[in-house]
Nanobody, 123 residues
Framework: EVQLVESGGGMVQPGGSLRLSCAAS????????MSWVRQAPGQGPEWVSN????????YYADSVKGRFIISRDNAKNTLYLQMTSLKPEDTAQYYC????????????????WGRGTQVTVSS
């Protein structure tokens, strides 16, 4: 059974930083591109970032480019999202997701999601 479990969310002041983690199990993690997706209250899901299998290619939404860094540790089956210079508009539930195998950026869909971790940016 595929499982994706996010952690690391919390409340932070504007300008602050957080690092999200996603522990993956039940599939060959190193063989799959991975994504971070977020959803703010009352809005649809927003793709945030993608990373390829080896961690050598990363992609970002314009809204987070230069502030967020996606990475992965295939030995630990873990995906990360380092978030800096956080803004109130970054407030959302953040999900780790496995994109469907079409290599599109942003992905056209996801076949597995975690339950998410809440990030709140507020003074």
């Amino acid at each position: 059974e595929v499982q994706l479990v996010e952690s690391g969310g919390g409340m932070v002041q504007p300008g602050g930083s957080l690092r999200l983690s996603c522990a993956a199990s039940g599939f060959p993690f190193s063989s799959y591109d991975m994504s971070w997706v977020r959803q703010a209250p009352g809005q649809g899901p927003e793709w945030v970032s993608n990373i390829n299998t080896g961690g050598t290619r990363t992609y970002y939404a314009d809204s987070v480019k230069g502030r967020f860094i996606i990475s992965r540790d295939n030995a630990k089956n873990t995906l990360y999202l380092q978030m800096t210079s956080l803004k109130p508009e970054d407030t959302a539930q953040y999900y780790c997701a496995r994109p469907v195998l079409d290599s599109a950026i942003p992905p056209t869909g996801y076949d597995h999601w975690g339950r998410g971790t809440q990030v709140t940016v507020s003074s």
